[in-house]
């Protein structure tokens, strides 16, 4: 079966370090393991094609002027008709398979011309966060692209309850929206999550410890509060060091307020780091930190803590939206009060000293990922869901019911 596969958002280097790339990446491996012929569209590349995608076919997007935001989204309204012309050159395809850009409408409009199945992933309510956190030009254009593409895709696949809540307040969209998290590589982080086991077998409450953070260091992962709660824990003479894997307009902020408080000596930045290093740096965690804000909309699949979890790592994050249904209180890691770097230091603290609570919840947690959190699995759904909508050929419908 023959699927394109569409990121045309100029925000995301399809081969970076950033989740989103990740995500990207993992589909498209699991997608090649289930035996799919993938053609790979993308605005921007940002890097060294990964040896496991040597042979994806890929297609780059024309790149967008380096000029004001509404000259660039004007632009890439534009390069809709030209990515539709690629997928007419490099066509058929059974599928295609893209995911939601602000400006891009060219795969569903496509699939729909076509007759072949297509489904769109939506990994946020992009219009509200650019509004919010950047600049949004064109809002009309944006708001037009969104209706006119959750109306012709076939089936939209929300990485969270908040993505499809958002989702299904466009009438045209109600139905036909499906909840699939993010997954992760298993077998990658096998090797960490054994070094993690061994080491945490070793650990008693007057070891130094580890807290880490994986991910981009933007205002919504919270990591203001990490900080201070690390800090505390130094106060009260707590030997812990802080790794915060990843880089990202955060850094300097938070660089300054560690050396403000006089601990830079007791903190490693790894800046940002190849999606095929990231295991190793898990290896150095005992504990790690998922730490969002409050949010009046979480909207998040939190790769970083499925990540964690494969790591063998315990899990600390905050009940903020659907994360007390990631995350089991006491079970696979803990839950604490969002924006509280108290509640976060004592919550920390108590685990320091209950080193067989640091290995009970460490090993539940790569159970966890084992059973629930695979990329296989995630692709897996999405194929069942491609196939119910009928589009598929027939054959490919009943293979893949029986290998699901």
Not at 21 to 49: C, I, N, P, W, Y
Not at 248 to 276: C, K, M, W, Y
């Amino acid at each position: 079966m023959r699927v394109a596969y569409i990121c045309a958002d100029p925000g995301i280097p399809v081969f970076g370090t950033k989740g989103a790339s990740v995500h990207v990446q993992e589909v498209v491996k699991a997608m090649l393991s289930r035996g799919l012929d993938v053609t790979l569209f993308a605005q921007r590349l940002g890097g060294d094609v990964p040896e496991a995608l040597k042979n994806v076919p890929i297609r780059k997007l024309e790149t967008l002027p380096k000029d004001s935001v509404e000259i660039r989204a004007r632009a890439a309204l534009a390069a809709n008709a030209k990515v539709e012309a690629m997928l007419e050159a490099e066509g058929p395809f059974d599928m295609v398979y893209e995911r939601y850009s602000l400006w891009g409408s060219a795969g569903m409009d496509f699939a729909k011309k076509h007759g072949c199945a297509g489904i769109l992933e939506v990994n946020a309510p992009l219009i509200e966060e650019q509004k919010k956190h950047r600049e949004l030009p064109l809002e009309d254009e944006a708001q037009r692209i969104a209706e006119s593409v959750f109306a012709a895709a076939d089936a939209m696949i929300a990485v969270s309850p908040g993505v499809k809540q958002y989702l299904e307040t466009f009438e045209k969209a109600r139905g036909r929206v499906h909840v699939v998290a993010n997954g992760v590589a298993l077998d990658r982080f096998a090797p960490a999550a054994e070094k993690n086991a061994r080491r945490l077998q070793t650990l008693t409450p007057s070891s130094e410890v580890t807290v880490g953070f994986l991910g981009t260091l933007k205002p919504w992962h919270g990591l203001a509060t990490l900080v201070e709660a690390w800090a505390l824990l130094r106060q009260r003479g707590q030997d812990v060091r802080l790794l915060i894997v990843g880089d990202g307009p955060e850094h300097e902020s938070l660089h300054n307020r560690i050396d403000a408080l006089g601990l830079l000596e007791h903190v490693e930045f790894t800046g940002a780091v190849q999606p095929e290093n990231v295991p190793e740096w898990l290896g150095r965690m005992d504990i790690a930190v998922a730490p969002y804000p409050n949010m009046e909309h979480f909207y998040f699949s939190p790769l970083k803590i499925y990540e964690y979890m494969a790591a063998g790592i315990p899990v600390v994050t905050t009940k903020v939206g659907h994360l007390e249904s990631v995350v089991a209180h006491n079970r696979n890691g803990m839950l604490v009060e969002a924006e509280n770097p108290e509640k976060m230091a004592d919550c920390i603290a108590s685990l320091i000293k209950q080193p067989a609570e640091l290995r009970r919840l460490g090993t539940s947690a790569r159970q966890t990922a084992e059973q629930e959190h695979s990329w296989l699995a995630a692709v897996d759904r999405i194929l069942r869901i491609a196939a119910d909508t009928g589009r598929l050929k027939k054959h490919f419908k009943k293979t893949a019911h029986e290998k699901l």
